[in-house]
């Protein structure tokens, strides 16, 4: 509900934080709450904080039926 | 110098403010009027109308990506003399410095500042300084007044705009905005995103040269582009639609807004400029700022309508439409 | 950016677009209410509205956390920011909301009181550290989404032994603001709605599992949507066809980030900081039992109403004021008297005008329309 968008998780650092990157912007966040969230994957940021994973495989699939002006198939 | 710090005897009119200007500002703008050392410079300007324009820095930071108080304090007042088609002729430069001020820091913006006019061609003849006791000031505050030269039968106004006109903008938006912003949260860029202040007399000069139609001009400072474009609708008194996909925008600027929940189109710009002009010329407008380093990004991105309302309305990429609604004061960032 | 730019794909738009105006049916209209503030935006923002047929209209629900924050908390954490010492923070719409006398936080910082804006919880903790002689009083707002990143912060400081920290908790929970939207039945506070839009982010941390009870019990159906334009189209084209095939089932769009379970790491520390209240009173939507979250007597030391037993008394809105009818979707922005006359972002009479998703808000910030004198386009 609230604004969180997608950025890639390029270092870790102590403390349960991480350094994230969002279209060439750079900047640290909390990954307490994904705590075993790895470098390169995607996470979803809320107020400073990673709120969950962005599944890449999921996506493609939803890029795929969208692509297609939804006409068939549909996200599970 | 013995002491390194601004005290109140540097703002009291005795040798203690001759000794700091001399030192500071004499030295860094050295130019011939200035330099004859009264208080008011004589010019001798070229033949047509004259502009005069003025502003004031309370910027905070005082020192940022891309540049600083000093550097803005030239260009801002070159471009409001600039947006009216006029040539700059000279600039004045009045200091209101804090009690305690670093007179380094003084002599980096000073620094700035003249080398700022130097590559405009745009002396700073005259000034004045002042000291106030620490706590009422920020450091300091810099106030520039621009004079400038328009020739005869060149009329740029803001009440000017027709229904059917093009508006066009110099470059991509938010730059200023976002790298202050950015700078004070402790965000990095990828490329390093600066300021992007920058003296546009000569672009401007080319445009007129070439395209002696053009409506008006504006630089959308402070309140950025939905600002500016909502300021000449009312003073028009017609309305404006944009296409959000023509906006030309640094990637690391749109996402920068996107994670800070703000919208680009009302981001300060400190070194661009929109153009309303006939739709006849618009073509040939764009390719004129296009072959001009201060305007390679250059776009087309909307026109001028019929709105007795005088609004300013977004066809956004959805194909949708949306208000680019008047800001009242400054944006919020969005956290939900 | 990835996975943002696709998913505002204007080809792929026109194409779903395209696909709704052929699988909409020209003989019915279809009432979608979109639970979550971040939606409402988006319809506004897009323009969406105006690029879908006619007879698909959204309603706005009450899933905007400034929006449903009731006059008299705003009251209590004016109370506390007028403290000697207290020094209040919250996220930026919060600061605005006017209160019992059209007051808001805003107004408690100009008249002295130390109130700050925060971008994220961890600033306040921050603040804790560089202020020790203050107390930092962080006004806790927001639903499931934003509700962990307070736990964190409250276990963190409790870590850290931050003795100047406390929360204001005014933390609400989706599932049963939903349920109380479908429940009431008093004829003139009903409203049809044919399908729900879920939220996104809420939906991340709690999963998809909570909303099948109620798809149900109120035979309606539900589909969760991402956040982008796109996904918001999307999820328009599955409710269009489950109404048409008179289905009512939990559907999931958003399925790149919302799985079945959620969020269980983040709810698990939400449980161990937070316990049920009661009940809550809810602007526009009045009382709701276990709606609202109240911190543990573990973590007494960090609750901002242990320390400041201040009280306020319910207040209702402005006469004039329609917001609780907006937060149910009986009426909408354009149908409130005051609309963008007496009450404009910069003049707020109710909560629906402050925060940037709030319908009114919306509404008046990207609504394409004409003053009052003049033709107003739908």
Redesign the interface.
Known sequence: MCLAIPVKVIRLKEGSMATVDAGGVQTDISVALVSDVTVGEYVIVHVGFALSRLDPDEAEKTLKILAQGGIDGLPA | MKTRLIELAHGSGGKATDDLVTEVFFRAFNNPALNRKNDQALLDLPPGRIVMACDSHVITPLFFPGGDIGTLSVTGTINDVAMAGAVPVALSAAFILEEGFPVDDLERIAASMAREAREAGVPIVTGDTKVVEKGSGDGVFISTTGIGVVPEGLVLSGDRCRPGDRLLVSGTIGDHGMALL?FR???????PLLSDCQSLHQLVGRMVEGVPSIRCLRDPTRGGVGAALNEWAAQSGVGIRIRE?SLPIR??V???C????LDPLYMANEGKLLAVCPPEDAERLLEIMKSHPQGQNAAIIGEIVED??H?V?V?????????L?WI??DQ????? | MAYLHEFRDRKSAQALLSTIRNESRPDRDYRLMEFCGGHTHAIWRYGLREALPDNIRFIHGPGCPVCVLPISRIDMARTIASFPGVLLASYGDTLRVPASGGRSLLHSKAGGADVRMVLSTLDCLRLARENPGKTVVFFAIGFETTTPPTAVAILEAKRQGIPNFRVFSNHVLTPAALRSLLLDTTPEKQVRIDGFIGPSHVSSIIGTLPYEPIVREFSKPLVIAGFEPLDVLLAVLMLIRQINDGRAELENEYTRVVTPSGNPEARALVDRVFTLRESFEWRGLGLIPNSALAIRPAFRDFDAEDLFSVSCPSVSDPRVCECPDILRGIKTPEECRVFGTVCTPENPVGSCMVSSEGACAAAYTYGVRRTPDLEVRP
């Open positions: 950015a949260e402790g965000m990095s860029f990828d490329p996909e990637e690391t749109f996402s920068a996107e994670l800070l929940g007795r309302g609004f309305e066809e956004t990429l959805m194909g949708g439409t949306r208000l609604h009242h004061g919020l960032p969005r956290i939900c």
